[in-house]
């Protein structure tokens, strides 16, 4: 499977902010010169965040909510900083999706706590098509202290852009055995069909656990709110998604330039946040999840992508 490197860094996204516009310079007599065209500038300074939580190993079970809930990086310093000039031209799409994924993470307890587990998602899209695969797992002094397996799978239709999910599992595997889970999306009866025959109402952006993490829509607008419904397997929830859309994130594979999105809960509920690299078309490479007390529960940060089209 053929390494691509970054590519160059996507063009930024157009704020809310009142773009100033200077009038055209007329031509001086008596040979006239074509007016000097309209010029924009927006600049946007987005405020410096570092990022810096401690965490601990005693509790293994929690690496199930941060591998369920995203992917994350290796770094535990994130940096909002940048400064963004757009002309008034419309947002650039969101890039298509490759054929061939293969993205590696590592998992941590907490925002700086050890290393604790390992995440690799694969992704197949082909004719309509597309298969979504992730394997999570302890490793070294963890899995010593916990042997802990998640696989997920998401399939469904696509059109090279955005997910249509048509069937989510979800296995859980440790000391204990084996927890199963599935969602089936009916989308012709526009229900959604759980492993004990559960049925809920589909609504048509929803999303699952796994295959939200490669859907969003075409980059939205600084400060948007965007909402979608997410299923685990085991229940529908509707999330709410602020947007941040460009901050710098420190990894392994480098500086890269990111559109943030910050699950909005209410109090005593789970978070979540994704970041998405503007560099690797828009794939996600750091996934944070908050418990309900709102302490940083885990991370996972991106140490690897590789991609194809062949």
Request: hydrophobic residues 35%; negative net charge; glycine residues 6%.
């Amino acid at each position: 499977m053929a390494k691509l490197e970054p590519v160059s860094r996507m063009e930024r996204l157009p704020s809310r902010k009142k773009i100033n516009e200077k009038s055209p310079t007329p031509a001086p007599a008596p040979a006239p010169q074509p007016p000097v065209p309209e010029q924009a500038e927006v600049k946007e300074m987005l405020a410096e965040s570092n990022v810096a939580a401690t965490s601990s190993v005693a509790e293994a079970d929690s690496l199930a909510s941060i591998a369920a809930n995203a992917i994350d990086p290796d770094s535990t310093d994130v940096a909002a900083s940048s400064v963004a000039e757009v002309t008034p031209a419309a947002a650039p799409p969101r890039p298509p999706l490759p054929k061939h994924a293969r993205l590696r993470f590592e998992v941590k307890l907490g925002s700086d706590g050890m290393v604790v587990g390992e995440t690799v998602h694969t992704l197949e899209y082909d004719d309509g098509q597309y298969k979504l695969e992730s394997t999570t797992q302890t490793i070294g002094l963890a899995r010593l202290l916990k042997s802990y397996t998640l696989k997920q799978s998401s399939w469904g239709m696509s059109d090279g852009y955005l997910l249509s999910p048509r069937k989510f599992t979800e296995d859980k595997t440790d000391e204990n055995g084996t927890q199963s889970y599935q969602a089936t999306f009916d989308r012709d009866k526009n229900k959604l069909i759980f492993g004990n025959e559960k049925e809920v109402d589909l609504l048509p952006d929803t999303q699952d656990m796994l295959s939200i993490l490669y859907q969003f829509p075409p980059l939205p607008a600084e400060g948007d709110v965007l909402p979608i419904s997410v299923t685990n397997g085991r229940n529908l929830d509707k999330y709410r998604f602020e947007v941040t859309t460009d901050e710098t994130l420190i990894t392994r594979m480098g500086k890269l330039h990111t559109v943030h999105f910050r699950k909005l809960q209410p109090a005593g509920k789970e978070g979540l946040e994704i970041w998405f690299s503007q560099e690797y078309r828009l794939l996600p490479v750091k996934v944070r999840h908050i418990e309900p007390s709102g302490k940083i529960g885990g991370e996972a940060i991106i140490t690897e992508i590789r991609v194809s089209d062949d």
